[in-house]
């Protein structure tokens, strides 16, 4: 059985130059819903398209054009909420957040910050076997997207795409529970992993589609568990928003040096002022974007084009019930059910594409020796060439006729490697090829007794020396295997080996 009992890892503690120092991070991951249509209209989401090709009225801000929610972005949104074990709101209404910027035709972001959709839940974010952090959900709202402002194709002008403008988003905002930049990074990674599995989102962060701000601040060792118990964000220290961040590396490496910006500030008599910074990953430092805003100076209020979203509980329930089974769960069964370790559950659980390739090939078959041959010979290969497994050349078919091969001492495992190699190279029926090649295994000890005996009559001082050392014996084995291109049965030539030395 898979242990579910975990030990939170230890807070990162920096050493400044005069004391210690704790890390506190809380972060609101922006995540593209995985939908046709934008949140309230008609256009397209289709990401690559002509510049201010997929626009709609609404979208462009036209006088006069209303929007209409898109039933499927709400639906998607209560599906990631329900496989964060969070609460959905059966009211939410949607709020203008208003501010001026050239990609935001309306003049306002539509957004929700009186009732977002999605209430409190959770993230079991893995740090390694038995070790995780439990980060708490606060909300997750929808809202749309802006558009994208071009400075670097002219000089002197600036361009707008109004494309994503309108693309419905998910703003999942956590509590301030992340304690290092190693459980940042992971759990964006564990959110993306779940989004993927329920197909709420797609997680390329390559194409902007999740994108997270990182709020991070430093306190003294003891002042974090003091903000748990009275809950007053007064214990940990001015925060800082780094916003826009679309990568794990860099995720890590913005908050390695905004905190160690903030300490050498609060070490020096200074204090930190609460902004909103960007990391500019060419000088690995952040640099400041302008004061931090509050809700006040967005002037929210009631977006009044828009109804208040009433959702039934079986409507909820429905959704409910088709949800697939998530990544936490597949890999407990994987490890109870295959008797594989948590290491290697972990990896085939990684992707879903990786863990429903895995079961296609591990059904019906000894599933160590599966996961063995998908995680080092498939994923090894995979990785050489610079693929994923969704552009594998070897199917889950081909690999499990391989392994068949295997099971029935048809091939050994040495051929089976050469055999692999083929398939991901050529293609091609396994076992039509082992019988075309001549690769079957040599099983007729008749035959591997009549070398054996050759190499033994060739070598009698290696004969003698393994009569003394018993060890040496596997020199005969590999003369063995080398004399009959590998496909001497090798379990047949060590029981051979071993009654002619004696």
Same mark, same amino acid.
């Given at each position: ?7 939170a890892?230890?807070p ?6 005069r ?6 991070? &809380? ?11 934008k ?6 989401t289709?990401?690559?398209? $002509? ?9 462009? &801000? ?6 209409? @929610?898109n ?9 990631? &909420? ?18 001026? *910027? !050239? ?13 977002p =959709? ?5 993230v079991?974010? +893995?740090?390694?076997?038995?070790? /995780? #952090? ?11 997207d ?6 670097d ?9 109004l ?9 999942i ?20 992993? =779940? ?12 194409? &902007? ?32 928003e ?9 995720i890590?490496?913005a908050?390695e040096f905004?905190?160690? #910006?903030?300490?050498?500030?609060r070490?020096?008599?200074?204090? @930190?002022?609460?902004? %909103?910074r ?7 430092e952040?640099?400041?974007m302008r004061?931090?805003?509050? /809700?006040? +100076?967005? #002037? *929210?209020? !009631?977006?009044?084009?828009?109804? !208040? ?11 409910? /019930? ?17 008797g594989? %370790? $948590?290491?290697d ?6 992707e879903? $594409?990786?863990? +429903? ?6 059904q ?12 080092? $010979? ?6 050489? +060439?610079?693929?994923?497994? %969704?552009?594998? !050349?070897? %199917? ?9 091969? =295997?099971?029935?001492?048809?091939i ?20 039509e090829?082992v019988?075309k ?9 008749? /035959? ?6 050759? =190499? ?6 290696q ?7 018993p ?20 379990q ?6 071993? #009654?002619?030395?004696?």
């Amino acid at each position: 059985m898979l242990d579910l009992t975990f030990e939170a890892p230890k807070p990162r503690v920096i050493s400044g130059a005069r004391e210690d120092w704790e890390l506190v991070i &809380g972060m609101e991951v922006h995540a593209q819903v995985a939908s046709n249509a934008k949140l309230f209209s008609g256009a397209s989401t289709r990401f690559g398209a $002509e510049p201010n090709s997929n626009v709609s009225f609404v979208d462009a &801000g036209m006088p006069g054009m209303l929007p209409v @929610v898109n039933e499927f972005c709400v639906a998607q949104a209560v599906r990631t &909420g329900l496989g964060l074990k969070a609460e959905i709101n059966l009211f939410s209404a949607f709020d203008r957040k208003n501010y001026f *910027y !050239p990609d935001l035709p309306q003049g306002y972001q539509i957004s929700q910050l009186y009732h977002p =959709i999605v209430g409190e839940g959770e993230v079991l974010v +893995d740090m390694g076997p038995g070790v /995780a #952090r439990l980060v708490r959900v606060e909300r997750i709202h929808l809202e749309q997207d802006a558009g994208k402002s071009i400075h670097d194709m002219d000089p002197a002008m600036s361009f707008v795409d109004l494309n994503r403008t309108g693309v419905a988003l998910m703003e999942i905002v956590s509590r301030p529970d992340i304690r290092s930049p190693e459980e940042a990074a992971a759990y964006v990674a564990k959110l993306r992993q =779940i989004m993927r599995y329920l197909g709420t989102c797609d997680g390329n962060m390559q194409n &902007g589609n999740l994108r997270a701000d990182v709020n991070v601040s430093v306190c003294r060792p003891g002042d974090y568990e003091r903000y748990r118990e009275t809950g007053d964000f007064a214990h940990l220290g001015t925060r800082c928003e780094i916003k826009n961040m679309n990568s794990m590396r860099f995720i890590q490496q913005a908050i390695e040096f905004e905190a160690r #910006r903030q300490i050498a500030i609060r070490e020096d008599g200074g204090e @930190v002022i609460q902004e %909103t910074r960007l990391y500019d990953p060419d000088k690995g430092e952040t640099r400041s974007m302008r004061s931090k805003e509050e /809700a006040h +100076d967005y #002037r *929210y209020f !009631p977006c009044p084009d828009l109804l !208040p979203l009433e959702i039934d509980r079986s409507w909820v329930d429905d959704i409910a /019930a088709g949800l697939p089974e998530l990544p936490d769960q597949k890999k407990a069964r994987f490890v109870n059910d295959f008797g594989m %370790t $948590e290491y290697d559950a972990t990896v085939l659980t990684a992707e879903v $594409e990786s863990a +429903d390739y895995f079961e296609e090939v591990a059904q019906d078959r000894d599933g160590k020796l599966a996961a063995n041959w998908v995680i080092n $010979e498939l994923f090894g290969r995979l990785k050489k +060439d610079d693929r994923d497994i %969704t552009q594998s !050349p070897v %199917t889950a078919a081909q690999l499990g006729g391989i392994i068949d091969l =295997i099971g029935s001492g048809d091939i050994s495992g040495k051929i089976a490697k050469d055999l692999f190699e083929i398939v991901f190279s050529e293609g091609g029926n396994p076992a039509e090829i082992v019988e075309k090649r001549g690769m079957k295994q040599v099983t007729d000890t008749g /035959a591997i007794e009549k070398v054996v005996d050759e =190499i033994i009559d060739a070598n009698p001082a290696q004969v003698e020396k393994a009569r003394a050392n018993p060890k040496l014996a596997g020199w005969f084995v590999g003369q063995v295997m080398k004399a009959t291109g590998g496909k001497a049965n090798p379990q047949a030539v060590n029981a051979i080996v071993a #009654r002619k030395l004696g």
